[in-house]
C-alpha cells in the first residue's frame, strides 16, 4: 500500500517544494521531475549563468570540466565534484573550449585571449580585425575562424536565445522577419577569414555579398569549416562547408518544395556527420536531417509536432539525440512541446529500391526528460550531452534568473550503470 501511494506523494510534494525555493529566491539544488522519473541537477550558483550556445563546444579536453558564463566573467565547472571556480574576471564573450588542450578561447576588449582552466595562463593571441569576430578554432587549436562587414548593416532583431548570439530565423512576427529581409536584400560584403591561434596572423579565405554567419569547425578535421548563407530560412540555400585554405565549398543540402527550411546546423562528435533541423514546408513536417560528408549518404529522422525542438544534439557515439522542445511561439506552434527530450533512432528498413542517393528515412522515438511548462522559451535552453553521455545540460529561467541545470539520461530508479540505457547502434523497422 505505501508503495503504491509513493508517486502520487512525489506528484504533490515536489512541486509544492519548487514552488516554495522560488518564493525564497532559493532555487533546488536537486529535484526528480515528477512527470518523468528523471533527476535534474542545478549546476550553477550564480543568478544569470549561462551555458554555451548548442553546437559551441563547452567541454575541456579531457572531458572533466565545462565552461559557462556568468554576468562577471568565465567559470568552470568541475561536472564529478559540482565544484565550480572562476577563471576570467570581467566581461568576456566565450568563443569554445579547445579540444586538444586545457584552454578556453574569448574574446574582450577587441581581442582574441586563450587561458589554461587548470593553470590560469593566459595570453593575448590577436586583435580582431575592423568590423570583425571570431566564433570557432578548429580541432587541434591551431585556427580560429571568423567574419567581418563592410558598411553599415541595416537594424537586425537579435536572437532570443542569447544576447552575444548571432542572428536567425524560426517563426517571426512580420516586422522581425522584415528586418531580416533587409539585411539580406543589403548585400553587404562580408569576409571569412581565420586567424592563427599562434602568431595572431588573419588570412581571408572567402568574399561574398551572402550573409556569412554560424561558423563552426569540424571537431575532428582541422581544415573543414561550415558556416551558413544567414536570413528567413526560407529565401537561403543556408549549410555550406569550406576548407581552411578557400577551396572545395559545398552546399550541404539542396531545397525540393517552397517554403522548406533548414538549418541550427551541428556536427556529430566523430566530425562525419552534419545534423541540422528540416521542416517540409516551414511548420508542418518535422525531421532532423543528416549529412555524412564523407559518403554523401542521408538519413531523415522524422519527429511528431510536438516533439520538435529549438535545438537537437547528439551524444559521442552517435546512439541518442536530445532536444530542448518549445513553446506555442515557435515555428512548430506546439501546444504540449515544453520539455526536455531524450530521442531514439530507429532506421525504416528498406525492402525496396535501395538506391545510393535516396534519403534513408527514420523516426525518433521521444522520451520525456524535463517539464519545462514553467520555463520561458523567449531563453533558448540550448541542450547538450555531458562527455560521459549520462547527462544532458540545459539552460533555463523556469526560477526566474537563468542557471544551467542537468537531467539525468537514466531515470533515478534505474541503477547506475544503466545511465545509458537505450544506447543500442540504430535499428531498422
Known sequence: ????????????????????????????????????????VRLTNQPGS?????????????????????????WVLNLDSGESRQVIKGRARIIEAGRKTQNVYYIREGSVFATDVDTGATREIGKLPPRGSVATVNADETLLAGTTTEGTPPAVIRPRADPSAQPLELDLPRNRESSLDARLAARIPMTLFTMSTTTGETKTIHRATDWLNHLLFSPTDPSLLMFCHEGPWHKVDRIWTIRTDGSHITKIH???????????????????????????????????????????????????????????????????????????LQVARATAGAWIYLFRPELVESRGIDQRDFVHPGVLHAEKLVNMARHNYRLEPNVSFTPDQKRIVFRSNMFGPTYVFAVDVAKANQAPNSARAGEPTPTAR
Open 1 to 40: 500500500m505505501f508503495r503504491s501511494r509513493m508517486p502520487f506523494v512525489l506528484g504533490m510534494v515536489i512541486p509544492a517544494l519548487l514552488v516554495l525555493a522560488q518564493d525564497r529566491g532559493e532555487p533546488p539544488k536537486t529535484w526528480i521531475d515528477p512527470d518523468t522519473g528523471h533527476r535534474v
Open 50 to 74: 549561462a551555458s554555451l550556445y548548442f553546437n559551441q563546444n563547452a567541454y575541456t579536453a579531457n572531458g572533466k570540466e565545462m565552461v559557462y558564463s556568468t554576468p562577471d566573467g568565465i
Open 254 to 328: 539542396q531545397r525540393t518544395m517552397a517554403m522548406e527550411i533548414f538549418g541550427h546546423e551541428f556536427w556529430s562528435a566523430d566530425g562525419k556527420t552534419i545534423w541540422y533541423d528540416l521542416q517540409t514546408p516551414r511548420g508542418e513536417d518535422f525531421w532532423l536531417a543528416g549529412y555524412n560528408i564523407e559518403t554523401g549518404n542521408r538519413i531523415w529522422y522524422h519527429l511528431q509536432r510536438d516533439e520538435w525542438s529549438i535545438h537537437f544534439n547528439v551524444n559521442r557515439d552517435n546512439t541518442l539525440f536530445c532536444g530542448d522542445g518549445g513553446d506555442r
